[in-house]
């Protein structure tokens, strides 16, 4: 059976000074700086779902679906380099997933939805539609 992605995000946050953050919040900032990443349309996130071996991210892929700009913003509050952030990225993202499906069925919990650093940034995965 493949796993359907529809409705499900990586949604990337990077921190502001002085700000916190809601759900509400995290999730409009990060709508507006085009980081909500539609697992659907990752072609590798199937794989993580999946109970078989991930199909790991590339870089480019990385960088396409934050966006280079995105990656320097959390490179420079991380204090760590672009290339440090697309490497973290491509180690965690595939496991947030795969640690939120453990029998190959994704599902999340809205109200704490799984979340890992990425810098300085947090990405959750969350659930938008049904």
């Not at 995105?70 to 180690?91: F, K, M, P, R, Y």
């Amino acid at each position: 059976m493949t796993e359907n992605l529809d409705g499900y995000y990586c949604v990337t946050v990077i921190p502001e000074p002085g700000i916190a953050d809601t759900s509400e919040e995290a999730f409009a900032r990060a709508e507006s700086q085009g980081l909500m990443i539609p697992l659907a349309q990752v072609y590798q996130a199937k794989s993580w779902v999946s109970t078989g071996e991930n199909t790991p991210l590339l870089p480019q892929d990385v960088v396409n679906g934050i966006g280079r700009d995105n990656l320097q913003a959390i490179a420079e509050a991380s204090g760590i380099t672009v290339d440090d952030v697309v490497a973290e990225a491509i180690e965690k993202l595939p496991a947030l997933v795969d640690g939120a499906s453990p029998d190959g069925t994704l599902g999340v919990d809205p109200e704490n939805p799984p979340t890992v650093a990425l810098g300085a940034a947090k990405v959750l995965l969350v659930r938008i539609s049904a």
